[in-house]
């Protein structure tokens, strides 16, 4: 599994050779390789079927006691099988739909990349495992939905899908180190395997909200619900892999990995349940207001999301056993419609359903493929999705908490998704001919490959639902209880009421659809409530960082110097005062063995500070800096330190002759600060000087540990035969420190040397055109 994963990533990269080599037939080149996943795990189904999880662990940073773990179990073979499955079709897919195009190496890259990352995810047992590959997974769709940027919108999407589940991704980070924390172990079969009961942790309120705000934000669940349409974006390839097996799964995946652990409580319950049927709802609503085929795909997205939440939180062995079947069947047919949205917009230049009409004489092989889908899409027998739409009625009816409530929640979603199939199979090819931006026309094989399969595959599972009921889907809905799940899957269960709440949903459906322009242009009055939605909060919250950005740039980037060393020395004053004198009152003792010489040093580097402060000459005050640092190097010699002293008398002699060279470039004095501002300021300094020279007492009136300057002493000369102890420290003790200085000042002249190098032509119009500036600092 490491294997498989660390080479996708390496196809990635070999992704623009491979373009180089093939061409526009590296998609086909690339589609293999998720091709020979999906081989390897059916492979491996019959293992995992019957013996349970396949544990696959790597030594990481043991230090910290982390492997880079994978488990195979029924959960994550389900969602290996369509990552790689519907990965393959759509790399086929967009080898044709973006043929030609400029970036489409780009694309390769990142696409593959995405699909990787997923993959890794939905294998990760390892928790710290799991977050690096949920990241991935957002910073590679960011580059996917903003692929087109030169699309102020493409990029404007791709940001705020980012921003949102990059949130949330904190938060995911926060709830798994407290879930680490709390249960011991940092990988989801440990925790499986652990006797305690983390729903009566203290910390498991805190590790819930946490983990669902991560799992909300990636799968769209509301609030969050809005940047999943926006992402539309990105090209049709893009939002056929999104919405059917990638991305937008990762929340529903983690909320399905973590139901044994911490589900069954009145909060996981609750919260799951409730937001998920109001998802459910809000998405399938939002759906019918829109003519755009792919918003219209989107939202209904949303809808399955919220459904796939609820089941979830109502949390009953049929629940579960609807939720495995809805994946599958959802899956299946969203990712065929995406590649049908593409089609239409390929093949006709729009992508409004209402300007399209009577293309079946033109598209008979799309007409098909579009028409088995959508119903599948509405839960029409005998289609896969008809069965998913009746074990979800059937669970929610039987649901311990709620029931009614949400039986009447999921009934109007099923009318509602019933009409947005009928508006995306019918209304683009029946009816009358509609003029098209371009003269429609069949698509190519390899555009109609995918959806043909996924399409097909939906009837053929509709017909013969054993087929994955008793293997793959038992498997999954059992890793998702906890416990071995009973599954029989067939197309007819007899009269009974999930079977008439399905036909009513597909009544009221159909004659929504039927006077679906009218009822559109009836909803146009609630577009004043619209825009005061979720999604205006997110514009309000990103308005108010730029707002509260230009205040602290206005107050504390204004450009000015002493502004800046005023800040840091409040904030250092407030630091250390704090800890030096509130937390930790200040020992020292002090000898008062101070000869006279010793005293006139230490003042004239006093009265050198002082007069270079108040100096009204330029001139002056470098003098007066001057006489602090020759004082240093006679303090020095004075201690037993020459070596030091002659650098110091060295540097200092350098940059007291280098600022009077540079005074004659200087403009004059200005005096910009009022006298209670150099009040304040000399204030500030005495404080943080005092402060420090506390600070310094202490340090060394407090002795911890063994100082290590006996250490250099007693071997300088065994072991580096050297007496001069300091050039001991400096060329062998510190010596890769050493050298890293003497590249820096290496690297420094040599930018010196270029700068004074550089051609009188390249910098005489500068210097006349350039007028000094007057000083912003005294």
């Known amino acids: 599994m490491q294997l498989a994963v660390l080479a996708g990533f390496l196809l990635a990269a070999l992704a623009p050779l491979l373009h180089h080599w093939f061409g526009h037939r590296a998609s086909l080149v690339l589609a293999i390789f998720p091709a020979l996943l999906a081989v390897w795990l059916v492979g491996q189904a019959p293992q995992v079927i019957d013996q349970g999880a396949v544990l696959a662990e790597w030594v990481w940073v043991p230090s910290l006691d982390i492997t880079l773990s994978f ?107 407290l879930l680490g924390t709390a249960a011991g172990s940092w990988s989801f079969s440990g925790i499986a395997a652990l006797e305690a009961n983390l729903r009566e942790h203290d910390l498991y309120t ?9 799992a909300f934000t990636k799968s769209a669940q509301f609030p969050f619900h809005f940047w999943l349409p926006n992402a539309m974006a990105a090209p049709t390839p893009v939002s056929a892999y999104l919405h059917s097996a990638t991305m937008v799964k990762a929340g529903i995946y983690l909320l399905a990995r973590l139901q044994p652990s911490l589900g069954g409580t009145e909060l996981w319950v609750g919260t799951l349940s409730l937001i998920g049927a109001l998802t459910m709802v809000t998405g399938a609503f939002l759906a019918i207001r829109h003519t755009n085929i792919k918003k219209l795909l ?15 939180g109502i949390g009953t062995e049929k629940a579960l056993i609807a939720f495995a079947t809805f994946l599958l069947a959802h899956s299946m047919y969203k990712g065929a419609l995406f590649m049908i949205a593409g089609i239409l917009d390929h093949s006709t230049g729009t992508k409004d359903v209402t300007a399209m009409g009577g293309l079946r004489s033109l598209m008979p092989v799309t007409a098909g493929i579009a028409l088995i889908a ?68 069949e698509a190519p094989l390899a555009m109609l490959l995918g959806p043909a399969l996924l399409a097909g595959g939906s009837l053929l599972l509709g017909l013969v639902p054993s087929l ?17 799940v ?105 000898h008062w063995d101070v000869r006279f010489h010793e005293v006139v040093v230490v003042g004239t580097i006093a009265m050198g500070a002082l007069f270079a402060t108040i100096s009204r ?41 280098l600022l009077v060279l540079v005074l004659f470039r200087l403009p004059r004095y200005a005096s910009l600060s009022s006298n209670l501002e150099r009040i304040r300021d000399g204030g500030v300094a005495a404080v943080m000087g005092i402060l420090i020279g506390l600070l310094v007492l202490s340090a060394w009136s407090v002795q911890q540990f063994e100082p290590i300057s006996t250490y250099m002493i007693e071997n300088s000369a065994p072991l580096a035969h050297g007496r001069n102890i300091v050039n001991v420290i400096l060329v062998d003790y510190r010596a890769l420190d050493t050298l890293g200085e003497m590249f820096v000042l290496a690297l420094a002249a040599i930018g010196v040397v270029a700068m004074l190098k550089l051609r009188a032509t390249e910098s005489e119009p500068l210097r006349k055109t350039t007028k000094p500036k007057e000083p912003r600092d005294g």
């Open 468 to 484: 994955p009921g008793t293997g793959l889907l038992a498997s999954a809905a059992s890793a998702v209880s906890g416990e071995p």
């Open 617 to 657: 000459s330029r001139l002056g005050a470098v003098v007066s800096i001057g006489v602090m640092g020759f004082s240093i190097a006679l303090i020095f010699i004075l201690f037993s330190a020459p070596d030091l002293g002659i650098t110091q008398l060295l540097v200092e002699t350098l940059t007291v002759i």
């Open 298 to 312: 989107a939202y209904s997205t949303v809808m399955a999301l919220g459904l796939l939440t609820m089941l979830l």
């Open 374 to 441: 959508a119903l599948s899409l509405a839960g029409v027998p005998p289609l896969f999705g008809f069965i998913g739409k009746e074990l979800m009625l059937e669970a929610v009816l039987g649901a311990p908490r709620y029931a009614l409530g949400l039986a009447l929640l999921a009934l109007c979603a099923a009318f509602l998704t019933m009409a947005v199939a009928a508006i995306v199979a019918l209304r683009p090819f029946y009816g009358q001919r509609r003029q098209t931006p371009r003269t429609p026309h």
């Open 486 to 590: 009973a599954l029989s899957l067939s197309l007819w269960h007899g009269f009974n009421l999930p079977l008439l709440l399905s036909f009513i949903s597909l009544v009221v459906g159909y004659l929504l659809f039927r006077h679906w322009d009218r009822l559109r242009a009836r909803l146009t009055m609630l577009d004043p409530v619209m825009r005061h939605g979720p999604e205006a909060g997110y514009e309000g919250f990103m308005n108010a960082i730029v707002h509260v950005s230009e205040w602290q740039t206005k107050v504390l980037q204004n450009g000015y110097m002493r502004n800046y060393i005023l800040v840091m020395l409040l904030t250092l004053i407030a630091l250390i005062g704090n800890s030096l004198l509130v937390r930790h009152a200040p020992q020292f003792s002090l």
């Open 71 to 177: 488990m195979l179990d029924g959960l994550s073979l389900l969602f290996g099988l369509l990552i790689s499955v519907i990965g393959a079709f759509v790399l086929v897919y967009a080898g044709a739909y973006l043929r030609g195009h400029p970036d489409l190496v780009r694309f390769h890259v990142a696409l593959v990349a995405f699909m990787v990352s997923m993959f890794g995810l939905v294998m990760a047992d390892g928790l710290v495992t799991l977050f690096i590959f949920w990241e991935l997974t957002s910073i590679t769709s960011y580059l996917l939905i903003g692929f087109n940027h030169a699309d102020i919108e493409a990029r404007k999407s791709a940001r705020q899908g980012l921003i949102v589940t990059m949130g949330g991704g904190l938060a995911l980070m926060a709830g798994l180190i």
């Open 206 to 214: 805190p590790i819930l909200i946490c983990l669902l705000l991560g």
